[in-house]
């Protein structure tokens, strides 16, 4: 045994060869390195960007942008140049730079707007990749272009001009004054290209990070497509990083921030679509969103086609401008909690803005308007949950008569007592259920107003995102998981308001006597309204307070105005009223009756 585990002379050998060449390899991979590094030009970081590597770009073939680290077959001496040679169209709102280099676009800056950190906004800045197929021959991002921009009092236009294939090759893009949208356009002229061919276009954007809550930010940004034959759009998954799908006939697809949004509209449409996205793990970004999309318009040898661009905010109003249903774009709900979002506190909350009032006072103003409008659902809900109180000695007498009778039987007798009194068990929930969608709505509309965004009130900075005068460094265990490293003065007063509103509820009502189950889950909620909204807007936990402080108002008021003695006289004398029974009132005693005729059949056997 021991001479087995010796190594012969031909082992040896082997395992020196091997070491040679793993030394040799590293020390050839290192000198490769060096001269990469040493060759590579001093670029700024919009080349890094491009330069990057595309692992990280969704997985699929038609979906990932050209790398114009290839695209350009130039010496990197007249890269160097090209670089340099860059074109810049913009009116009063946007800026737009587009270099000569495969005509990418260098910046996007949106002028009225800063990043959270105060930094200008850059919608693109080195982040983004652009290509045009044609005919499969031609690729835009491999040409080197000259431009010439032409204005007029309205009007910027830039043409970007390449040769290519025996012609030549324009881009063109125009901006208007008062427009955050480009009109755009590629034409050939003179190509040695097949007529009925297709033009298709790959756009990729790593998504720049410009707000706080950069886990707000990932969480709403997403892939938007108007989809021709529904009519209507759809998107990607907002709760997977990673997503993509195939698509056929869409109008547009918009690469959605939080608040800021890149859309591009062919005039003709796309006969075919393929958009995917993938979480970045870089802090300074969020998503990479890539779509590769075939237009409907066929080119040849002479051709033009015509889309759109729009780089801007994601405001309701300016989208809504757009006659392609670009304001879709900003998620306020389905159903009835988009409807009540659009055309009830939309207006309202732009009426009150056109006075110039600090947001704080417009969240407070709303509250109290709506609040006044459903009054008469409050009203009668207290008066329901009354009318529970003052008969809860009655409900206690007979659950202690019933305590060992059959459950059915009981039931009956509870329904004849409900019915002989006048009251409806139902009545205090039915105006909170009411009341329900417009909450929720408010939960959408929130943290979707860009209208809010770094808007200050108080302590709060910007009602777009969570207030962290309570901030930390470093990790808490257990404590930062769940909050992360700050606490939301609006988001603890908002749940001790809701807190104290759940205990008057169960000091008003009788229900939790006979569910005593629902105390534990009602008091249970404030505390997970905390935890949810620790890192939402603090316009949003602000609106929540203001709501239960007005609430609190109004049963203060309502107590003061009814009188329990008066409901339970009102109570005995419909009790002393003969009443027909209601059909479903019948079904339950039917019901308790043949439960009581089986349970005898039962004791004789």
């Known amino acids: 045994m021991e001479e087995e585990r010796k190594l012969d002379k031909n082992q040896i050998i082997g395992f020196v060869i091997i070491g040679i060449l793993l030394i040799g390899f590293s020390w050839w991979n290192s000198k490769q390195l060096e001269e990469q590094e040493a060759n590579q030009p001093k670029q700024e970081q919009v080349e890094e960007a491009q330069n990057a590597p595309l692992e990280e770009v969704v997985e699929v073939e038609e979906t990932s942008p050209v790398d114009t680290a290839t695209a350009v077959s130039e010496k990197d001496s007249v890269n160097a140049f090209l670089k340099e040679q860059s074109y810049t169209i913009e009116n009063e709102l946007l ?80 901006i208007k004054n008062g427009d955050y949208q480009l009109e755009a356009g590629i034409e050939g002229n003179g190509l040695s290209i097949q007529s009925g061919s297709d033009i298709s276009l790959k756009y990729a954007q790593d998504a720049i990070r410009m707000e706080k809550s950069r886990k707000n930010e990932m969480r709403t940004s997403t892939i938007y497509y108007w989809e021709t034959e529904d009519d209507d759009y759809d998107y990607l998954s907002l709760t997977s990083s990673d997503d ?23 005039n003709a449409g796309f006969s075919k679509a393929k958009v995917g996205q ?69 207006p309202i909350f732009k009426w009150l803005d056109g006075y110039g009032l600090n947001y704080g006072i417009i969240i407070l103003i709303m509250a109290i308007m709506i ?18 109180r003052v008969l809860k000695p009655e409900m206690d007498e007979l659950n202690e008569k019933h305590k060992n009778s059959d459950p059915m039987v009981k039931q009956q007798a509870t329904m004849n007592l409900y019915k002989e009194a006048g009251v409806n068990p139902l009545g205090g929930c039915i105006p909170q259920l009411v009341q329900l969608p417009i909450l929720i709505a408010m939960f959408r509309f929130f943290p979707a107003s860009i209208e809010l965004r770094q808007k200050s009130f108080l ?27 700050h606490l939301s003065i609006f988001t603890v007063l908002m749940a001790l308001s809701t807190l104290m509103y759940t205990m008057m509820n169960n000091q008003l009502s009788s229900a939790n006597s006979q569910m005593p189950q629902m105390k534990y889950i009602m008091y249970a909620m404030p505390v997970m309204m905390f935890f949810w909204f620790n890192s939402y807007a603090s316009g949003l936990s602000y609106y929540y307070l203001v709501a239960n402080l007005i609430t609190f108002s109004q049963q203060w008021i309502i107590r003061k105005t009814v009188d329990d003695d008066a409901i339970h006289a009102k109570l005995k004398a419909n009790k002393a009223n003969p009443k027909k029974k209601s059909r479903f009132q019948e079904q339950i005693e039917e019901m308790a009756k043949k439960q009581g005729r089986r349970a005898q059949r039962q004791a004789k056997k």
């Open 371 to 388: 609040k006044v409008v459903l009054f008469p659902l409050t009203y009668q809900s207290y008066k329901s949950m009354a009318k529970m």
């Open 459 to 485: 302590w709060a900075t910007d009602l777009s995102t969570y207030d962290d005068v309570i901030h930390w460094t470093g990790d808490i265990p257990l404590i930062s998981s769940i909050l992360g490293n």
């Open 244 to 266: 993509e799908e195939e698509l056929t006939n869409i109008k547009w697809f918009g690469h959605k921030q939080q608040f800021f949004s890149t859309i591009v509209e062919a």
């Open 278 to 346: 993938a979480e970045l793990m870089d802090e300074g970004f969020t998503k990479r969103m890539a779509s590769a999309v075939q237009f409907s318009d066929k080119v040849g040898s002479n051709f033009g086609v015509n889309y759109k661009m729009y780089f801007g905010p994601n405001d309701y109003s300016i989208l809504k401008t757009y006659p392609s249903n670009y304001n879709q774009i900003i998620d306020f709900g389905w159903g009835i909690f988009g409807w009540i979002s659009r055309y009830v506190v939309i």
């Open 95 to 174: 800026s737009v730079e587009i270099n000569g280099a495969g005509a990418q676009f260098s910046k996007v800056h949106l002028k009225e707007f800063q990043t959270y950190d105060s930094l200008p906004l850059h919608i693109i800045d080195g982040n983004s990749l652009q290509n045009f197929s044609i005919a499969g021959k031609i690729q835009t991002a491999d040409l080197i272009y000259n431009g010439r921009v032409e204005q007029t009092d309205s009007t910027q236009t830039l043409y970007l001009t390449a040769n290519t294939e025996g012609g030549t090759l324009t881009q063109w893009y125009r």
